[in-house]
């Protein structure tokens, strides 16, 4: 790891992938790392258990930090089922929705709600881990109207 101090850890975990990021207090990207390790090879739901086997790998002083957690870990098949944030959305209701909760070795994890939009009758569009990233472009990008413009509030 580098010498720059780590903050905090952003995890996308999909069906097929894993994916960390370390980043610090400027919230920029220290060190990242990928593991073809996805939620469904976790054996016996122990998502605890592997992350910190995926963890303890990479990272010294994981044990401190807290982790925020996208994609497909918040899903039925995942750690835990989090309910999807409707559009119109915005990173702040993504907020509100995150389901929260201390990882056993002490630190706080957030997992971040996906996002669901309703196009025609029963017909919907997801977005699992996508929608992180690009509220994280927006972001970058300093375009602020840009979350209500990609969400369906148009």
């Not at 996805?38 to 910190?52: I, P």
């Not at 971040?112 to 994280?136: A, K, S, T, W």
Request: hydrophobic residues 45%.
């Amino acid at each position: 790891m580098n010498e720059v101090q780590v903050s905090y850890l952003v995890v996308d975990w999909g069906s097929t992938n894993f994916r960390a990021f370390a980043m610090d207090n400027t919230n920029q990207l220290v060190e990242s790392k990928e593991a073809p390790l996805g939620l469904l090879q976790v054996q016996d739901g122990k998502f605890a258990e592997t992350l910190e086997t995926l963890l303890a790998a990479w990272l010294t002083d994981y044990k401190t930090l807290p982790i925020f957690m996208a994609g497909m870990i918040g899903s039925l098949k995942g750690w835990v089922n989090v309910d999807y944030v409707q559009t119109p959305a915005g990173a702040h209701d993504l907020v509100k929705k995150a389901h929260r909760f201390a990882l056993p070795w002490g630190p706080e994890a957030v997992i971040l709600p996906c996002v669901c939009h309703n196009y025609e009758g029963d017909n919907y569009d997801v977005m699992r881990g996508e929608e992180v990233q690009i509220f994280g472009l927006a972001n970058v990008l300093q375009m602020d109207d840009f979350n209500a413009i990609l969400l369906g509030d148009t």
